[in-house]
Protein backbone atom coordinates (compact mmCIF):
# COMPACT_ATOMS: atom_id res chain seq x y z
CA UNK A 1 0.00 0.00 0.00
CA UNK A 2 2.98 2.68 1.02
CA UNK A 3 4.65 1.67 -2.07
CA UNK A 4 1.87 2.60 -4.13
CA UNK A 5 1.22 5.65 -2.67
CA UNK A 6 4.84 6.44 -3.46
CA UNK A 7 4.35 6.11 -7.07
CA UNK A 8 1.39 7.89 -7.51
CA UNK A 9 2.65 10.77 -5.20
CA UNK A 10 5.95 10.87 -7.84
CA UNK A 11 3.93 11.20 -10.59
CA UNK A 12 1.73 13.24 -9.31
CA UNK A 13 5.01 15.51 -8.61
CA UNK A 14 5.90 15.04 -12.39
CA UNK A 15 2.66 17.38 -12.94
CA UNK A 16 3.48 20.23 -10.46
CA UNK A 17 7.22 20.01 -11.28
CA UNK A 18 6.90 20.47 -14.77
CA UNK A 19 8.65 17.25 -16.02
CA UNK A 20 7.60 15.38 -19.48
CA UNK A 21 5.06 12.52 -18.54
CA UNK A 22 5.02 9.13 -20.36
CA UNK A 23 1.76 8.09 -21.99
CA UNK A 24 2.24 5.26 -19.69
CA UNK A 25 2.69 6.76 -16.67
CA UNK A 26 -0.65 9.38 -17.76
CA UNK A 27 -2.58 6.31 -18.10
CA UNK A 28 -1.21 4.64 -14.86
CA UNK A 29 -2.09 7.61 -12.61
CA UNK A 30 -5.38 7.93 -13.71
CA UNK A 31 -6.07 4.19 -13.03
CA UNK A 32 -4.33 4.88 -9.78
CA UNK A 33 -6.18 7.27 -9.08
CA UNK A 34 -9.42 6.46 -10.32
CA UNK A 35 -9.83 2.87 -8.88
CA UNK A 36 -9.99 4.26 -5.13
CA UNK A 37 -12.81 7.18 -6.38
CA UNK A 38 -14.49 4.76 -8.06
CA UNK A 39 -14.44 2.48 -4.45
CA UNK A 40 -15.49 5.76 -2.85
CA UNK A 41 -18.24 6.18 -5.01
CA UNK A 42 -19.55 2.53 -5.02
CA UNK A 43 -19.52 2.63 -1.66
CA UNK A 44 -22.24 5.40 -1.25
CA UNK A 45 -24.07 3.83 -3.49
CA UNK A 46 -24.11 0.24 -2.16
CA UNK A 47 -25.43 2.11 1.75
CA UNK A 48 -28.51 3.36 -0.85
CA UNK A 49 -28.90 0.09 -1.92
CA UNK A 50 -28.90 -1.48 1.41
CA UNK A 51 -31.04 0.84 2.58
CA UNK A 52 -33.48 0.11 0.21
CA UNK A 53 -32.96 -3.54 0.46
CA UNK A 54 -33.76 -3.71 3.82
CA UNK A 55 -36.77 -1.68 3.63
CA UNK A 56 -37.72 -2.84 0.77
CA UNK A 57 -38.66 -6.48 2.99
CA UNK A 58 -40.89 -3.95 5.30
CA UNK A 59 -43.44 -3.81 2.19
CA UNK A 60 -43.95 -1.37 -0.60
CA UNK A 61 -45.38 1.41 1.81
CA UNK A 62 -41.97 1.89 3.17
CA UNK A 63 -39.97 1.13 -0.05
CA UNK A 64 -42.06 4.13 -1.54
CA UNK A 65 -41.95 6.52 1.36
CA UNK A 66 -38.27 6.72 1.00
CA UNK A 67 -38.69 6.75 -2.96
CA UNK A 68 -40.66 9.94 -2.33
CA UNK A 69 -37.95 11.91 -0.77
CA UNK A 70 -35.11 10.31 -2.71
CA UNK A 71 -34.80 13.31 -5.72
CA UNK A 72 -35.10 16.07 -2.70
CA UNK A 73 -32.34 14.41 -0.31
CA UNK A 74 -30.42 14.32 -3.46
CA UNK A 75 -30.89 18.22 -3.95
CA UNK A 76 -29.96 18.90 -0.68
CA UNK A 77 -26.57 16.30 -1.03
CA UNK A 78 -25.65 17.97 -4.52
CA UNK A 79 -25.61 21.42 -2.92
CA UNK A 80 -23.79 20.25 -0.11
CA UNK A 81 -21.16 18.78 -2.70
CA UNK A 82 -20.78 21.71 -4.59
CA UNK A 83 -20.02 23.95 -1.74
CA UNK A 84 -17.00 21.60 -0.51
CA UNK A 85 -16.32 21.47 -4.68
CA UNK A 86 -15.95 25.32 -4.53
CA UNK A 87 -12.83 25.29 -2.38
CA UNK A 88 -11.58 22.05 -2.96
CA UNK A 89 -10.49 23.09 -6.83
CA UNK A 90 -8.89 25.69 -5.56
CA UNK A 91 -6.54 24.08 -3.79
CA UNK A 92 -6.08 22.16 -6.33
CA UNK A 93 -4.70 24.20 -8.67
CA UNK A 94 -2.57 26.11 -6.00
CA UNK A 95 -1.13 22.23 -5.44
CA UNK A 96 -0.21 21.63 -9.45
CA UNK A 97 1.37 25.28 -9.12
CA UNK A 98 3.05 24.23 -5.89
CA UNK A 99 2.13 26.94 -3.93
CA UNK A 100 1.05 24.77 -0.43
CA UNK A 101 0.75 27.79 2.02
CA UNK A 102 -2.21 29.39 0.16
CA UNK A 103 -3.58 26.00 -0.89
CA UNK A 104 -3.58 25.99 3.39
CA UNK A 105 -5.37 29.10 3.77
CA UNK A 106 -7.72 28.54 1.52
CA UNK A 107 -8.75 24.81 3.53
CA UNK A 108 -8.42 27.14 6.68
CA UNK A 109 -11.28 29.41 5.64
CA UNK A 110 -13.40 26.76 3.71
CA UNK A 111 -14.35 24.99 7.11
CA UNK A 112 -16.19 27.63 8.82
CA UNK A 113 -17.93 28.52 5.30
CA UNK A 114 -19.22 25.08 4.33
CA UNK A 115 -20.52 24.33 8.25
CA UNK A 116 -22.16 27.56 8.10
CA UNK A 117 -23.76 26.31 4.83
CA UNK A 118 -24.76 23.06 5.58
CA UNK A 119 -26.32 24.49 8.67
CA UNK A 120 -28.58 26.71 6.77
CA UNK A 121 -29.35 23.95 4.63
CA UNK A 122 -30.15 21.89 7.51
CA UNK A 123 -32.81 24.36 8.90
CA UNK A 124 -34.64 24.31 5.55
CA UNK A 125 -34.74 20.48 5.38
CA UNK A 126 -36.38 20.73 9.11
CA UNK A 127 -38.69 23.36 8.54
CA UNK A 128 -40.07 21.74 5.14
CA UNK A 129 -39.65 17.99 6.05
CA UNK A 130 -43.44 17.93 7.60
CA UNK A 131 -44.89 19.25 4.03
CA UNK A 132 -42.52 17.79 1.63
CA UNK A 133 -43.98 14.61 1.00
CA UNK A 134 -47.76 16.07 0.75
CA UNK A 135 -46.16 18.56 -2.01
CA UNK A 136 -44.94 15.87 -4.35
CA UNK A 137 -48.23 14.29 -4.28
CA UNK A 138 -47.58 11.18 -2.48
CA UNK A 139 -49.97 8.98 -0.71
CA UNK A 140 -51.23 9.39 2.72
CA UNK A 141 -50.06 6.43 3.66
CA UNK A 142 -46.73 6.95 3.17
CA UNK A 143 -46.40 10.89 3.56
CA UNK A 144 -45.58 10.77 7.73
CA UNK A 145 -42.40 7.94 6.99
CA UNK A 146 -41.30 9.89 3.92
CA UNK A 147 -41.66 13.08 6.47
CA UNK A 148 -39.68 11.50 9.21
CA UNK A 149 -37.22 10.11 6.87
CA UNK A 150 -36.38 13.45 5.49
CA UNK A 151 -36.16 15.09 8.94
CA UNK A 152 -33.08 13.04 9.89
CA UNK A 153 -31.65 13.30 6.73
CA UNK A 154 -32.00 17.03 7.16
CA UNK A 155 -30.39 16.88 10.65
CA UNK A 156 -27.04 15.23 9.38
CA UNK A 157 -26.85 17.33 6.96
CA UNK A 158 -23.59 19.50 8.76
CA UNK A 159 -21.90 16.30 9.09
CA UNK A 160 -22.12 14.93 5.56
CA UNK A 161 -20.91 18.59 4.57
CA UNK A 162 -17.79 18.05 6.60
CA UNK A 163 -16.96 14.46 5.22
CA UNK A 164 -17.60 15.87 1.87
CA UNK A 165 -14.81 18.84 2.27
CA UNK A 166 -12.64 16.72 3.99
CA UNK A 167 -12.65 13.79 1.09
CA UNK A 168 -12.61 16.51 -1.33
CA UNK A 169 -9.32 18.08 0.11
CA UNK A 170 -7.61 14.62 0.62
CA UNK A 171 -8.31 14.05 -3.19
CA UNK A 172 -7.57 17.29 -4.80
CA UNK A 173 -4.59 16.93 -2.94
CA UNK A 174 -4.08 13.21 -4.83
CA UNK A 175 -5.11 11.16 -1.58
CA UNK A 176 -7.83 9.03 -2.60
CA UNK A 177 -7.12 5.96 -0.52
CA UNK A 178 -8.53 7.39 2.63
CA UNK A 179 -11.79 8.71 1.72
CA UNK A 180 -12.09 4.83 0.14
CA UNK A 181 -11.25 3.54 2.92
CA UNK A 182 -13.77 5.55 5.27
CA UNK A 183 -16.15 4.85 2.08
CA UNK A 184 -16.09 1.17 2.49
CA UNK A 185 -16.52 1.27 6.37
CA UNK A 186 -19.05 3.76 6.06
CA UNK A 187 -20.87 1.02 3.98
CA UNK A 188 -20.40 -1.70 6.53
CA UNK A 189 -21.45 0.51 9.42
CA UNK A 190 -24.71 1.22 7.38
CA UNK A 191 -25.79 -2.23 7.50
CA UNK A 192 -24.80 -2.83 10.93
CA UNK A 193 -26.84 0.00 12.09
CA UNK A 194 -29.38 -0.87 9.91
CA UNK A 195 -29.96 -4.46 11.16
CA UNK A 196 -30.25 -3.21 14.86
CA UNK A 197 -32.66 0.05 13.86
CA UNK A 198 -34.59 -0.94 11.29
CA UNK A 199 -36.24 -4.65 12.55
CA UNK A 200 -37.77 -5.20 15.88
CA UNK A 201 -36.12 -7.37 18.48
CA UNK A 202 -35.99 -10.84 17.44
CA UNK A 203 -35.16 -14.67 17.39
CA UNK A 204 -32.98 -16.22 15.07
CA UNK A 205 -32.12 -20.30 13.99
CA UNK A 206 -28.59 -21.04 13.44
CA UNK A 207 -27.46 -24.54 13.22
CA UNK A 208 -29.90 -25.39 15.66
CA UNK A 209 -29.48 -22.02 18.10
CA UNK A 210 -31.84 -19.92 18.77
CA UNK A 211 -30.36 -16.72 19.14
CA UNK A 212 -32.06 -13.30 20.35
CA UNK A 213 -31.25 -10.45 18.08
CA UNK A 214 -32.38 -6.86 19.77
CA UNK A 215 -33.33 -3.94 17.56
CA UNK A 216 -35.55 -0.93 17.66
CA UNK A 217 -37.74 -1.45 15.14
CA UNK A 218 -37.75 1.77 13.80
CA UNK A 219 -38.13 0.57 10.31
CA UNK A 220 -37.94 3.78 8.18
CA UNK A 221 -36.84 6.13 10.71
CA UNK A 222 -34.13 3.67 11.68
CA UNK A 223 -32.50 3.29 7.70
CA UNK A 224 -32.12 7.28 7.95
CA UNK A 225 -30.82 6.82 11.31
CA UNK A 226 -28.18 4.33 10.71
CA UNK A 227 -27.14 6.17 7.29
CA UNK A 228 -26.41 9.18 9.13
CA UNK A 229 -24.57 7.37 12.03
CA UNK A 230 -22.82 5.63 9.39
CA UNK A 231 -21.98 9.06 7.79
CA UNK A 232 -20.81 10.30 11.20
CA UNK A 233 -17.96 7.97 11.74
CA UNK A 234 -16.58 8.46 7.90
CA UNK A 235 -16.91 12.08 8.73
CA UNK A 236 -14.28 11.84 11.86
CA UNK A 237 -12.15 9.61 10.10
CA UNK A 238 -11.60 11.87 7.10
CA UNK A 239 -11.27 15.00 9.60
CA UNK A 240 -9.10 13.54 11.39
CA UNK A 241 -6.52 12.47 8.89
CA UNK A 242 -6.58 15.69 7.03
CA UNK A 243 -6.15 17.48 9.85
CA UNK A 244 -3.41 15.43 11.64
CA UNK A 245 -2.08 13.02 8.38
CA UNK A 246 -2.14 14.89 5.51
CA UNK A 247 1.58 16.06 5.09
CA UNK A 248 0.58 19.50 2.98
CA UNK A 249 -2.36 20.10 4.58
CA UNK A 250 -2.41 19.46 8.57
CA UNK A 251 -3.17 21.71 10.93
CA UNK A 252 0.41 21.60 12.52
CA UNK A 253 1.76 23.67 8.86
CA UNK A 254 -1.29 26.28 9.17
CA UNK A 255 0.73 28.27 11.65
CA UNK A 256 3.77 28.51 8.61
CA UNK A 257 1.08 29.85 6.07
CA UNK A 258 0.16 33.31 5.51
CA UNK A 259 -3.42 34.07 6.22
CA UNK A 260 -4.81 35.38 2.77
CA UNK A 261 -8.10 37.44 2.81
CA UNK A 262 -11.49 35.34 3.22
CA UNK A 263 -13.40 37.23 0.83
CA UNK A 264 -11.25 37.01 -2.72
CA UNK A 265 -11.47 33.15 -1.30
CA UNK A 266 -15.13 32.67 -1.00
CA UNK A 267 -16.51 35.18 -3.96
CA UNK A 268 -13.86 32.02 -6.03
CA UNK A 269 -15.60 29.55 -4.62
CA UNK A 270 -19.05 31.51 -5.43
CA UNK A 271 -17.80 31.60 -8.77
CA UNK A 272 -17.09 27.64 -9.25
CA UNK A 273 -20.02 26.22 -6.83
CA UNK A 274 -23.14 28.84 -7.14
CA UNK A 275 -23.63 27.16 -11.36
CA UNK A 276 -23.12 24.00 -9.64
CA UNK A 277 -25.40 24.45 -7.16
CA UNK A 278 -28.22 26.38 -9.28
CA UNK A 279 -27.80 22.79 -11.88
CA UNK A 280 -28.24 20.51 -8.42
CA UNK A 281 -31.56 22.97 -8.12
CA UNK A 282 -33.15 23.02 -11.70
CA UNK A 283 -32.05 19.18 -12.25
CA UNK A 284 -33.56 18.28 -9.00
CA UNK A 285 -36.58 20.20 -9.82
CA UNK A 286 -36.39 18.44 -12.97
CA UNK A 287 -36.31 15.20 -11.05
CA UNK A 288 -39.14 16.11 -8.23
CA UNK A 289 -41.04 16.79 -11.72
CA UNK A 290 -40.64 13.62 -12.64
CA UNK A 291 -41.33 12.29 -8.98
CA UNK A 292 -44.66 14.22 -9.92
CA UNK A 293 -44.82 12.61 -13.20
CA UNK A 294 -44.33 8.95 -12.29
CA UNK A 295 -46.40 9.21 -8.51
CA UNK A 296 -50.11 9.19 -10.53
CA UNK A 297 -49.09 5.84 -11.81
CA UNK A 298 -49.35 4.16 -8.51
CA UNK A 299 -47.37 3.13 -5.54
CA UNK A 300 -46.11 -0.15 -7.27
CA UNK A 301 -44.50 2.76 -10.04
CA UNK A 302 -43.10 5.12 -7.55
CA UNK A 303 -40.63 2.00 -5.70
CA UNK A 304 -40.19 0.82 -8.87
CA UNK A 305 -38.63 3.90 -10.09
CA UNK A 306 -36.70 4.32 -7.00
CA UNK A 307 -35.28 1.06 -6.93
CA UNK A 308 -34.13 1.26 -11.07
CA UNK A 309 -32.57 4.67 -9.60
CA UNK A 310 -30.94 2.92 -7.19
CA UNK A 311 -29.94 0.22 -8.70
CA UNK A 312 -28.83 2.23 -11.92
CA UNK A 313 -26.40 3.59 -9.72
CA UNK A 314 -24.12 0.96 -9.21
CA UNK A 315 -23.65 1.13 -12.88
CA UNK A 316 -22.88 4.70 -13.32
CA UNK A 317 -21.00 5.70 -10.21
CA UNK A 318 -17.80 4.51 -11.86
CA UNK A 319 -18.27 6.79 -13.56
CA UNK A 320 -18.12 9.25 -11.02
CA UNK A 321 -15.72 7.77 -9.26
CA UNK A 322 -13.18 8.58 -12.10
CA UNK A 323 -14.64 12.22 -13.18
CA UNK A 324 -13.22 12.93 -9.74
CA UNK A 325 -9.71 11.57 -10.69
CA UNK A 326 -10.66 13.84 -14.02
CA UNK A 327 -10.80 16.69 -11.54
CA UNK A 328 -7.51 16.45 -9.27
CA UNK A 329 -5.81 15.35 -12.64
CA UNK A 330 -7.14 18.33 -14.55
CA UNK A 331 -7.09 20.83 -11.51
CA UNK A 332 -3.36 20.63 -11.15
CA UNK A 333 -2.33 19.69 -14.16
CA UNK A 334 -4.01 23.53 -15.39
CA UNK A 335 -2.40 24.71 -12.07
CA UNK A 336 1.21 23.97 -13.26
CA UNK A 337 0.35 25.54 -15.83
CA UNK A 338 0.44 22.61 -18.79
CA UNK A 339 -2.02 22.65 -21.02
CA UNK A 340 -1.03 20.00 -23.03
CA UNK A 341 -0.77 17.36 -20.51
CA UNK A 342 -4.35 18.53 -19.19
CA UNK A 343 -6.49 17.95 -22.75
CA UNK A 344 -4.06 14.30 -22.70
CA UNK A 345 -5.57 13.62 -18.90
CA UNK A 346 -9.06 14.79 -19.93
CA UNK A 347 -9.38 12.05 -23.35
CA UNK A 348 -7.79 9.42 -21.17
CA UNK A 349 -10.07 10.03 -18.32
CA UNK A 350 -13.64 10.35 -20.42
CA UNK A 351 -13.21 7.12 -22.82
CA UNK A 352 -11.83 5.32 -20.00
CA UNK A 353 -15.05 5.60 -18.19
CA UNK A 354 -16.94 5.37 -21.64
CA UNK A 355 -15.40 1.86 -21.63
CA UNK A 356 -15.79 0.97 -18.18
CA UNK A 357 -19.75 2.36 -18.14
CA UNK A 358 -20.47 -0.08 -21.57
CA UNK A 359 -19.36 -2.85 -19.62
CA UNK A 360 -21.24 -2.41 -16.46
CA UNK A 361 -24.44 -1.82 -18.86
CA UNK A 362 -24.03 -4.96 -19.93
CA UNK A 363 -24.02 -6.49 -17.03
CA UNK A 364 -26.90 -4.06 -15.90
CA UNK A 365 -29.20 -5.65 -18.63
CA UNK A 366 -28.35 -9.23 -18.01
CA UNK A 367 -28.78 -9.47 -14.37
CA UNK A 368 -31.25 -7.30 -13.89
CA UNK A 369 -33.92 -9.35 -12.69
CA UNK A 370 -31.50 -10.06 -10.14
CA UNK A 371 -30.33 -6.84 -9.04
CA UNK A 372 -33.89 -5.88 -8.35
CA UNK A 373 -35.04 -9.13 -6.76
CA UNK A 374 -32.84 -8.04 -4.15
CA UNK A 375 -34.63 -5.09 -3.33
CA UNK A 376 -38.24 -6.31 -3.28
CA UNK A 377 -40.35 -9.43 -2.97
CA UNK A 378 -42.95 -7.61 -4.65
CA UNK A 379 -43.78 -8.97 -8.26
CA UNK A 380 -45.15 -6.16 -9.83
CA UNK A 381 -42.52 -3.50 -8.21
CA UNK A 382 -39.80 -6.54 -10.27
CA UNK A 383 -41.45 -6.52 -13.31
CA UNK A 384 -41.21 -2.71 -13.60
CA UNK A 385 -37.63 -2.25 -12.17
CA UNK A 386 -36.29 -4.89 -14.35
CA UNK A 387 -37.98 -2.82 -17.36
CA UNK A 388 -36.41 0.14 -16.42
CA UNK A 389 -32.67 -1.09 -15.97
CA UNK A 390 -32.73 -2.87 -19.24
CA UNK A 391 -33.77 0.40 -21.33
CA UNK A 392 -31.50 2.59 -19.14
CA UNK A 393 -28.89 0.06 -19.92
CA UNK A 394 -28.30 1.22 -23.71
CA UNK A 395 -27.40 4.85 -22.61
CA UNK A 396 -25.02 4.04 -20.42
CA UNK A 397 -22.03 4.56 -22.51
CA UNK A 398 -22.95 8.26 -23.32
CA UNK A 399 -23.69 9.08 -19.55
CA UNK A 400 -20.21 8.38 -19.34
CA UNK A 401 -19.01 10.72 -20.84
CA UNK A 402 -21.28 13.60 -19.80
CA UNK A 403 -20.39 13.06 -16.02
CA UNK A 404 -16.63 12.54 -16.79
CA UNK A 405 -16.44 15.79 -18.89
CA UNK A 406 -18.06 17.89 -16.42
CA UNK A 407 -15.61 16.52 -14.06
CA UNK A 408 -12.98 17.47 -16.45
CA UNK A 409 -14.55 21.32 -16.74
CA UNK A 410 -14.97 21.57 -12.92
CA UNK A 411 -11.43 20.94 -12.39
CA UNK A 412 -10.76 23.65 -14.65
CA UNK A 413 -13.09 25.85 -12.49
CA UNK A 414 -15.51 26.33 -15.61
CA UNK A 415 -18.80 25.02 -14.33
CA UNK A 416 -21.30 27.88 -15.66
CA UNK A 417 -21.75 26.81 -19.50
CA UNK A 418 -21.64 22.28 -18.36
CA UNK A 419 -24.17 23.34 -15.61
CA UNK A 420 -26.24 25.28 -18.44
CA UNK A 421 -26.07 22.22 -20.79
CA UNK A 422 -27.12 19.86 -17.65
CA UNK A 423 -30.47 21.85 -17.43
CA UNK A 424 -31.36 22.57 -20.78
CA UNK A 425 -30.87 18.80 -21.15
CA UNK A 426 -32.68 17.47 -18.59
CA UNK A 427 -35.60 20.24 -19.25
CA UNK A 428 -35.91 20.22 -22.63
CA UNK A 429 -35.48 16.58 -23.62
CA UNK A 430 -36.11 14.47 -19.95
CA UNK A 431 -39.16 15.94 -19.10
CA UNK A 432 -41.12 17.05 -22.18
CA UNK A 433 -40.42 13.93 -23.45
CA UNK A 434 -41.66 12.20 -20.05
CA UNK A 435 -44.26 14.60 -19.76
CA UNK A 436 -45.63 13.63 -23.18
CA UNK A 437 -44.95 9.41 -22.89
CA UNK A 438 -46.11 8.83 -19.43
CA UNK A 439 -50.03 8.58 -19.75
CA UNK A 440 -49.93 6.53 -22.97
CA UNK A 441 -46.98 4.36 -21.20
CA UNK A 442 -46.65 4.35 -17.81
CA UNK A 443 -43.00 3.88 -16.12
CA UNK A 444 -42.00 2.36 -19.55
CA UNK A 445 -41.90 6.06 -21.35
CA UNK A 446 -40.17 7.59 -18.32
CA UNK A 447 -37.13 5.69 -18.60
CA UNK A 448 -37.30 5.94 -22.52
CA UNK A 449 -37.44 9.60 -21.70
CA UNK A 450 -34.57 9.49 -19.52
CA UNK A 451 -32.84 7.33 -21.67
CA UNK A 452 -33.03 9.57 -25.01
CA UNK A 453 -32.05 12.48 -22.74
CA UNK A 454 -28.51 10.73 -21.44
CA UNK A 455 -27.26 10.21 -25.03
CA UNK A 456 -28.19 13.70 -25.94
CA UNK A 457 -26.11 15.25 -23.56
CA UNK A 458 -23.37 12.93 -23.74
CA UNK A 459 -22.97 14.21 -27.32
CA UNK A 460 -23.20 17.45 -26.62
CA UNK A 461 -20.43 17.16 -23.87
CA UNK A 462 -18.00 15.45 -25.99
CA UNK A 463 -18.47 18.31 -28.35
CA UNK A 464 -17.30 21.01 -25.64
CA UNK A 465 -14.85 18.61 -24.55
CA UNK A 466 -13.18 19.10 -28.02
CA UNK A 467 -13.20 22.73 -28.23
CA UNK A 468 -10.15 24.79 -25.81
CA UNK A 469 -12.57 27.39 -24.00
CA UNK A 470 -13.24 25.13 -21.14
CA UNK A 471 -9.38 25.35 -20.50
CA UNK A 472 -9.10 28.94 -19.26
CA UNK A 473 -9.14 29.85 -15.67
Aim: proline letters at 4%; a positive charge.
Amino acid sequence: MKEKKKKTDHLLALIREGRPMTSGEQLRLTVALSVPAIVTQLSAIVMQYIDAAMVGSLGANASASIGLVSTTTWLFWGLCAAASTGFSVQVAHRIGAGDWDCARSILRRSVPSTFAFSALLAAIGVSVSGALPQWLGGDSAIRSDASLYFLIFSLFLPILQMNFLAAGMLRCSGNMRIPSIAGVLMCILDVVFNFFLIFPSRELSVGGLTLSIPGAGLGVQGAALGTGLAESVAAAITLWYLFTRSSGLKIKAWRKSPSLPTPPIVRNSIRISLPMGLEHIVICGAQIMTTVIVAPLGIPAIAANSFAITAESLCYMPGYGIADAATTLVGQSLGAGRHRLTRRFAYITVFMGMAVMGIMGVVMYIFAPQIIGTMTPVEEIRRLGVMALRIEAFAEPMFAAAIISYGVFVGAANTLVPSLMNFFSIWAVRISLAAWLAPTMGLKGVWVAMCAELCFRGIIFLIRLRGKRWMKI
